[in-house]
């Protein structure tokens, strides 16, 4: 029994430092969000953007968690696109970095290269973060031109809209 106790108070301290840190701890947090409407912005350039270049496309923007507020799909573009742009928009906001960085950091024989066998992660470029105020709100991704940097530049023009909005109600 006597080498039962300091196993006993151990676990009591161990519980006690668990409680003191939950103390510290806020009950609630915030966070900032896209709205509907700056997302419909962001989503709007990347369309104007492919559009110019000559490319028929499908847009998603989602939120920080992933879930799409915008979906936009071109006239002429692929039926598949619909699948693959929010997929983009998802991974790169579940992984907080572009798709096409993802895409290199999970090549077979690298750490991460298991990532790619998730049904959702779309390692490929054409997602791009959506961040202000130093953290990311969302999420783009491109699906249609010829390539994944092509379909970068059109998420890129997306983020630039973003930031130009967020300027404007500085």
Request: with cysteine; glycine share 8%.
């Amino acid at each position: 029994m006597p080498h039962r106790l300091p196993l006993l108070a151990a676990l009591t301290l161990a519980a006690s430092a668990q409680v003191a840190h939950a103390a510290e701890t806020p009950p609630l947090f915030s966070v900032q969000q896209l709205t509907p409407e700056t997302a419909l912005v962001a989503a709007q350039a990347a369309l104007a953007q492919c559009r110019k270049a000559g490319h028929q496309v499908a847009v998603a923007v989602v939120d920080r968690s992933g879930l799409v507020q915008v979906l936009l799909r071109d006239r002429f573009a692929g039926a598949h696109t619909l699948d693959i742009a929010p997929r983009k928009a998802w991974t790169a906001a579940s992984f907080r970095m572009p798709t096409a960085a993802l895409a290199a950091e999970t090549q077979a024989g690298r750490p991460m290269s298991g990532i790619r066998q998730s049904p959702q992660v779309m390692a490929i470029g054409g997602g791009q973060v959506i961040e202000a105020a130093g953290a990311v709100v969302g999420a783009i991704g491109v699906s249609g031109a010829p390539g994944g940097e092509a379909d970068d530049a059109c998420a890129l023009a997306g983020v630039r809209a973003v930031s130009d909005a967020l300027e404007l109600h500085d």
